[in-house]
Structures are given as structure tokens and as C-alpha cells.
DNA sequence: TTATAATTGAGAATTAATTAACAATTTAAG
DNA sequence: CTTAAATTGTTAATTAATTCTCAATTATAA
């Protein structure tokens, strides 16, 4: 398709979006206005539209937005209409606290393997999946045909990580180490840097001190 | 101060620069600059002159920047150059994990207390810090007048503890709860919405596929 | 059936963010 | 000491993002 391309902005306010259209979906609300979702979501009626817009306009004129059909075609859009299968490199705390996170697995997303390199957990479960040898990795990813990669290992181990998987035809990688990794285009990265967030967070309450 | 404001994508780079500037300070490396930066970090040079001059410019016409000058001058700018209190609520997987990344304690985030409203947890410790029964939160909160609260609870509970939070003078809120908190506006708030970010994620493996 | 109110989609206007350009300054070499 | 090269800080130009406006359309009430 010869889409024009979104900005990574609007995409980064659909889930959002998606989020309180599945709350309103819960509580039975059939349609909603441009203008009713920006008193309960906090932007302008303007932007809502914009954003909707970019990819056809979900809305009738005089009517509003179907909750239940936006939804769907927000998830189309996102792709969390079709499963995705999942590793987690890295059985730590943050490893298993995602393994653990059921959300993703209402989501489409399957968790289907863990590896890490201390022995002292190989065999051991998260959920029904069971830790396996990190060099057991590839082998794994290959034949299961894994879209995603979840990084929960250290950074210094994250970069050699990354090109492995980029060698067995990992489609992307969710990444939590903190450093930026360099893969093929063909790879979509996503980082979590939480250090940088929590500096963000310190830069705001040392601003706010100072007003 | 009668600063004028900064843009919060300013903000959000800075972290990214402290990083690159940490690794070439390790390094040994003195001076950089601007466009040797920009080829590292993959942004342009003048994007970096913008936003370091948005703090009244660190740099040396014909020089460049001092590499641990700017690194303390970003470390004051972020309030990492002071010591932040915090108490983690919600003593699962993502609790540990957070409380036991020991990056935080090298910036100066000090964990002081942990907080879970499971009985079974309680007298267990993460790090040397034992988990308190949730009810303990407000009384230890102010008594100690800690200053950040790093949510890792479920958003149904998420809400009201931000209420309780907010009357017991936090002042700061790391919410990795995936819901909005309303609080008053002297609380800052940092949200890491994960499954947001594992979405986008999912649309860019979308994307690519229909290219 | 008709008129009125509601509401989108789309284009225009505005504001914000990014990039380019260059004078002023400093370093460093001769 | 003089000159050439390097490099910032700053203003201008450009591009991107957001907000405003309103004609076109639909729903709803009379």
C-alpha cells in the first residue's frame, strides 16, 4: 500500500485512544462526539478528528464515532487484531514481571519462550513457559518463527543480543536495556529507557521546586 | 527564577545526551563537539547547539563542549545532582525489578521503603528494605517525607493510592499503573504506560509488512 | 416532511519544532 | 604575531504539529 506516511506522534496517541474507547465499550456507551472524548481525555476535539483522519475518518457527520467500530479499527490499525508470538531474554524480576502481565495476552501477544544465561534457572517456569540456556536462543526463534524479542538483560549484553537476532529473522525487538541498539531496518525497535523517565520525572519536580 | 519554559521534548532528550556524555566520560574523552556528537548519537548538530543553548549554551566557540562540564551541567538541569527519596508500592515482579536497578541508586534515587497490601509479603525484604503492609504507606510517607512513589499496582487500586498519596505531600508520581491519574498539578506525574509502548511497537511491524 | 441542532472532515491559519546559515570567537599552526 | 581552520551561539528559514473554521451532512424534534 502507498500510504503516506504517519507521523509517529498520532501513533503514539492511539493507544491511548484505544484505551478509553475500551472503557467506554465496557460501560455499554455506543457513540461518542469528537468533542465528549476531549472533555474525558484531555485534548482538544480537534486533535481527535486530525488523528481519526489520518486514516479515513471513522465518524459520521451529525452522528459522532461508533465506540464499537473505532475500537476495532484502531486495533487494526495498531495490529493487535492478530497474534504475536514473544520471547523474554532475560528471567529476571523484569522479565517475569512481563511474562507475568496477563494484559498483553488478552492483546494477542503469546509468550512462548524465556532464556537466560544463569543455569541456576534453567528449568524453572514462568507461567507454563520453562527458562531455557540463552544459547538455546536461536535454534528457538528460528524454528517457532518469533516476531518479538523482549530485552531484559543487562546492556553490555544487550548489543551482541540484538545481532543475534537480527540473524535468526527476529521482526522486532522490545528493548529495556539501557543503551540504543544499532539492527537493520527490517527490525523495529522499541526502547524502554526507565532511567530516562525517572529523570524526566526528577527534572519536573526540581522545576516545579524553582517556580 | 522567571525562566522561560522548556519544551518537554527538550526535556526529553537531555537523559539521552547524559547517557552518551557518561559513556565518552568513561572513556577518558575530554572535548566533543557538536557535529562529532551528532555523529554518535545520530541527531543533528544543530538540533544539539538548540538544545543545550535553551539552558544558556556550554560550549566554547572553536572549542566545542567540555565533556564533564556539560555532563554536571545536564546532571544539574535534570535534578540529578541531589538525592530523591522513594518508596515503591506494589512489592510484585515489576517492584523488585525496579527497586533492585541499581543504576537508580548511582543517580541518587534512594529506596527507603516498599509497600504491598499481600500478607504474605510482609517481613520479606527486597534489597534491605523489608515490605509493609499498604496501610503503614501514608504514616511512613510523611514521616519520613519521601518524596517520589513509584506505582506498581494495579490501575483499580492506582487511583485512589494516588489520592492518598497526593494528602500525604508526595511529590512526585512514577506510575507504571495503565490508567491516567488525576492529581493535583504541585504532583508531578511520569507514566510508563508499557503496553502502549508495546503497541506501537505491533503498528510498526504492521507497517513494515505492508510496505 | 421540514427545520434546527449536532457533528464530522477538510482546508486554512497558527504555533511549535527542527534545520540551515553565518557572524563572532577561539584554537592552533606557521 | 598572523592566519587559517574549527566551532559555537544566534537568527532566519523551513518543516511539522496543532488548532481553528466552516461547508456538508446527518440526526432529531416539531
New binding site residues.
Partial sequence: MADKEI????IG?LPRYFRYLGDLKEKGVE???????SDIMK???????????NF??????????NVNYLYDEISKILGIDKQHSLVIIGAGHLGKAIAGYTNFTRRGFVFKGAFDCNPELYGTKIRDVEVRPVDEMEEFVKKNQIEIAVLTIPKEQAVPMAHKLAECGIKAIWNFAHVDLEVPNNIQVENVHLSDSLMKLSYNINRYENT
Fill in positions: 507521523s509517529q506522534a498520532v496517541r457513540r461518542i462526539s469528537s468533542q465528549e472524548l485534548v482538544t476535539a480537534s486533535q481527535i478528528r486530525q488523528d481519526f483522519n479515513g475518518g471513522f465518524g459520521q457527520q451529525g452522528y459522532g464515532y
